[in-house]
């Protein structure tokens, strides 16, 4: 039985190494994986999952519009479809992330979702709880604070390295995000000095 799956967790953590690893190991065996990451994402007009480690992969582009069953189910007519990979997948909708467990419930496909938990203010992303809510299974992989304890939550800093509490949710570029354990991530939010990256 194909199965939803979430693997979560802070910045910096190998979410998209471990997606792209096992798109590799699909295609090594003569399968066909789907790749998807968010168009916040879009390099150069194409979607693209790349890694810190420097291995990347195109994928396709999804948007808060668009309705993933559909998209997977007409990608079927063109060849079976073993595996569906999801990167980013914090900025799914809701709606699209039933949409995806309606691709492992019907299609009988695998879906693998990788993203963040929370923002950078300790609040669930709406891709991510809807993840946490229906997945069949959820995976946390981890990462490590300065301190060397697990790093669950990120703090957004500005260019002097000053801790920022409000703004938009999302903001993508990476290097304003540092991943803490959550004691220093309420120091600090607190107002209390955090090291950079």
Same mark, same amino acid.
């Given at each position: ?21 096992? +798109? ?8 066909? !994986? ?38 997977? $189910? ?7 479809? @073993? ?5 980013? +997948?914090? %900025?799914?909708?809701?709606? =699209?992330? *039933? ?5 492992? @419930? ?7 979702? %990788?993203?963040?938990?929370?923002? %950078?203010?300790?609040?669930? %992303? !709406? ?23 697990? +790093? ?9 390295? $000053?801790?920022?509490? @409000?703004?938009? =949710? ?14 220093? *991530? ?5 107002? *209390? !000095?955090?090291?950079? !990256?």
């Amino acid at each position: 039985m194909a199965k939803l799956y979430f693997s979560y967790a802070a910045m910096n953590a190998g979410k998209s190494t471990l997606l792209l690893q096992a +798109a590799y190991n699909y295609r090594e065996r003569g399968m066909r !994986p789907l790749l998807y990451t968010s168009s916040l994402y879009v390099t150069n007009g194409a979607g693209l999952i790349s890694s810190r480690i420097g291995i990347s992969e195109p994928a396709d582009l999804y948007s808060s519009e668009d309705d993933l069953f559909s998209t997977i $189910r007409e990608e079927t007519e063109n060849g079976k479809v @073993d595996c569906v990979f999801v990167d980013e +997948a914090q %900025f799914l909708t809701a709606d =699209q992330v *039933w949409q995806l467990a309606r691709v492992s @419930d019907r299609l009988r496909i695998p879906v693998m979702c %990788f993203g963040l938990r929370t923002d %950078f203010q300790g609040k669930l %992303f !709406p891709g991510s709880q809807q993840l946490l809510a229906i997945a069949d299974e959820l995976r946390e992989i981890r990462t490590i604070c300065e301190c060397g304890s697990k +790093a669950t939550m990120v703090v957004r800093q500005n260019a002097d390295g $000053r801790v920022l509490t @409000d703004g938009e =949710q999302v903001a993508i570029e990476k290097s304003v995000y540092v991943s803490l354990c959550r004691k220093h *991530w309420e120091e600090a939010v607190s107002r *209390w !000095p955090v090291k950079g !990256p």
